[in-house]
């Protein structure tokens, strides 16, 4: 897989903005299928965000989804 189609991003980072892991796909629903493991895999890690992005044709990413829903 080339790199340019792993267009969407999941990245687990702690409240103090370090990032834990991360992880790209090509494909949405695979994406979207990580994003809620990582949520019951690491939600009980008081300080976990996970944040879903996908990127666009000039490599900047948006974020699609998070978790928690807000930042505290």
């Known amino acids: 897989m080339r790199?340019?189609?792993r267009r969407?991003?999941?990245t687990l980072t702690t409240t103090a903005g370090r990032t834990v892991m991360d992880g790209?796909?090509?494909n949405i629903?695979?994406?979207e299928r990580?994003?809620?493991s990582w949520?019951?895999?690491y939600s009980a890690i008081a300080s976990?965000?996970?944040t879903l992005a996908?990127?666009?044709a000039d490599s900047t990413w948006t974020e699609l989804n998070a978790w928690p829903d807000s930042e505290a």
């Open 34 to 36: 990580k994003f809620r």
């Open 3 to 5: 790199p340019w189609d």
């Open 54 to 56: 996908e990127q666009a």
């Open 24 to 26: 790209q796909w090509s």
């Open 39 to 41: 949520i019951g895999s």
């Open 8 to 10: 969407y991003r999941l």
């Open 29 to 31: 629903a695979t994406a």
């Open 48 to 50: 976990a965000r996970i």
